[in-house]
Structure formats: C-alpha cells, structure tokens
C-alpha cells in the first residue's frame, strides 16, 4: 500500500526541481563501462 501523502511530497518535490532547472528523469546506457562492445580474449 503507498502513502499517499509521500506520494503527493514527491510530485510537489519534483515539480519544484523541474522549476529550478532540475532534470530528475534517469538516465541509463547499456554499453560497457569502459567502453568497446566487444570482448578480445587471446589463447597462448
């Protein structure tokens, strides 16, 4: 069950962040962390 008081702070809380200029949405990148796709592995 949520609160919907929490839930009415945090629409208040954000729609005062994106007046300020705030970007509160996520951002996610799926590529490796550093960097390159792909993966070389040498056998000797």
């Not at 945090?10 to 729609?15: F, G, Q, R």
């Amino acid at each position: 069950m949520v609160d919907p008081v929490l839930v009415a702070q945090h629409e208040k809380l954000e729609l005062e962040l994106r007046r300020l200029g705030v970007d509160t949405k996520p951002k996610y990148n799926i590529d490796p962390p550093l960097g390159g796709g792909r993966l070389h592995l040498f056998n000797e």
